[in-house]
Nanobody, 127 residues
Framework: QLQLVESGGGLVQPGGSLRVSCVASGFSLDYYALGWFRQAPGKDREGVSCISSGDASTYYADSVKGRFTISRENAKNTVYLQMNSLKPEDTGVYYC????????????????????WGQGVQVTVSS
């Protein structure tokens, strides 16, 4: 069964840090670009960050630039999102996704181009 499974979400205070992970099973992430999206209550899902399949290029939304870091570990078939200096507006369900190809990225890969999606993990930033 081909799937992505996120973990590492939870409750954190403003200014804190959290790392969410996403492990693939049933297929190799080697040839896939990977992205993180989030959806806050009552809002549309938005792209947060993505990383290419080839040259390790990355993209970050302006709202998270300088605070979040995306990385991948192909040997573990895993992608990470390190989130620092968290703000209440970072609250939402975080989804990872995989899109075949995209050896280089300069912008957020469109949501419709992703082939596989995880089930999501809740991140809540609150005091």
């Amino acid at each position: 069964q081909l799937q992505l499974v996120e973990s590492g979400g939870g409750l954190v205070q403003p200014g804190g840090s959290l790392r969410v992970s996403c492990v693939a099973s049933g297929f190799s992430l080697d040839y896939y670009a990977l992205g993180w999206f989030r959806q806050a209550p009552g809002k549309d899902r938005e792209g947060v960050s993505c990383i290419s399949s080839g040259d390790a290029s990355t993209y970050y939304a302006d709202s998270v630039k300088g605070r979040f870091t995306i990385s991948r570990e192909n040997a573990k078939n895993t992608v990470y999102l390190q989130m620092n200096s968290l703000k209440p507006e970072d609250t939402g369900v975080y989804y990872c996704a995989a899109s075949r190809g995209w050896r280089s990225v300069a912008d957020m890969i469109p949501m419709a181009m992703f082939d596989f999606w995880g089930q999501g993990v809740q991140v809540t930033v609150s005091s």
